[in-house]
């Protein structure tokens, strides 16, 4: 099982980034799929999350209105597009996969998001 995240990068605040995360080896369909991130010296958090068909999206209340999470089960790929980034928002952002039977979890290696003017 792969989970490879792209996207990251140097923002402005208020900037946008749209992170990718394409997996491989898993019945992507299955898994709940989520972004995490974890700042310098904080435990790492939930951002948001979505059910295998969609039906069910949640964000932390930091986000929301800003942040926008998206799959393609087709494709499987998850997405967080981010907008009106603050510097708030500097952290490793991770991507998540859990079987929502099994709950067998499965992390990608994190991408760099700074925001910095």
């Known amino acids: 099982v792969r989970l490879v995240e792209s996207g990251g990068g140097l923002v402005q605040p208020g900037g946008s980034l749209r992170l990718s995360c394409v997996t491989s080896g898993l019945t992507f369909s299955r898994y709940l799929m989520s972004w995490y991130r974890q700042a310098p010296g904080k435990e790492r958090e939930l951002v948001a999350s979505?059910?295998?068909?969609?039906?069910?999206?949640d964000y932390t209340d930091s986000v929301n209105g800003r942040f926008t999470i998206s799959r393609d089960n087709a494709e499987n790929t998850v997405n967080l597009q981010m907008n009106s980034l603050k510097t708030e928002d500097k952290a490793v952002y991770y991507c998540n996969a859990e079987d929502g039977r099994t709950r067998q979890n499965y992390w990608g290696q994190g991408t760099q998001v700074t925001v910095s003017s």
């Open positions: 979505m059910t295998p068909g969609g039906g069910s999206i």
